[in-house]
Structure formats: C-alpha cells, structure tokens
C-alpha cells in the first residue's frame, strides 16, 4: 500500500489531505489492478508503482475539483508586460468525460511504468 507519508514526502503531494488518502489510494490501487489485469504492467523501479499510484490519485482529485466547480481555471493572465484573456466558461472547456480521464489515468500510467498492449 502506497502510504500517505510517501504521498507527501515523496511525491510531493499536496492536493489530498490525511483524511481523504485511503479513499483517493482505494480508488487509484483499484483503477491500477485493473490495467495489470488487461495488460503486462512492469515497473522500472522499486517505487515507480507507488508514484504511478500518487500521479493519478491527483488526476482523479483534479477532475473531480473540474466537475464539481471547485477548481476553476483562470480568466486571465499576465507575466510581464504580456496579458491573455481568456473565455469566461474556461472550466467548461476542460474535458473531464469518462473517455478522457480514462485516458489521462492511461497516459500517466505509461510514464512510471512500461505497459505492453500486444502479443509479447
């Protein structure tokens, strides 16, 4: 089990609090066996699995803050003297579908851990 500790200190997470980790570590260990399940997952090393474990744990806290409202993306930005406006629905144009988390949860599986889809 991927402990809060290696969470925060290792990682370097800050997104999930102390009292939210077992659920938010449930769902992503669950959402993990179920692709070394359809496909052989092999981890580089020894701690590759727990970071995998901790990256989509704040996927799934990002996309759940999109839905709910909560995170909002800004309306504008300036750095310098150069300003960008955006949209004022920016959220809204943010794809939190099933399909595209499912694909985020995929892609940042894919970069701790070496995922064979094929005949090997």
């Known amino acids: 089990m991927t402990s809060y500790e290696f969470y925060v200190c290792k990682y370097g997470g800050k997104a999930i609090q102390p009292d939210e980790w077992q659920t938010a570590y ?68 943010i794809d939190a579908t099933p399909k595209a988390q499912a694909a985020e949860y995929y892609r940042i599986l894919c970069l701790y851990a070496d995922v064979y889809r094929g005949c090997s």
Do not use: H, M
């Open 26 to 93: 449930a769902d992503t260990d669950a959402l993990i066996r179920r692709y070394e399940r359809l496909y052989r997952v092999e981890y580089p090393t020894d701690s590759a699995r727990d970071t995998a474990v901790c990256a989509i744990a704040d996927a799934q806290r990002r996309f759940a803050d999109v839905q709910s409202g909560a995170a909002a993306a800004p309306a504008s930005v300036t750095i310098g003297s150069v300003s960008e406006s955006y949209a004022a629905n920016t959220a809204a144009a």
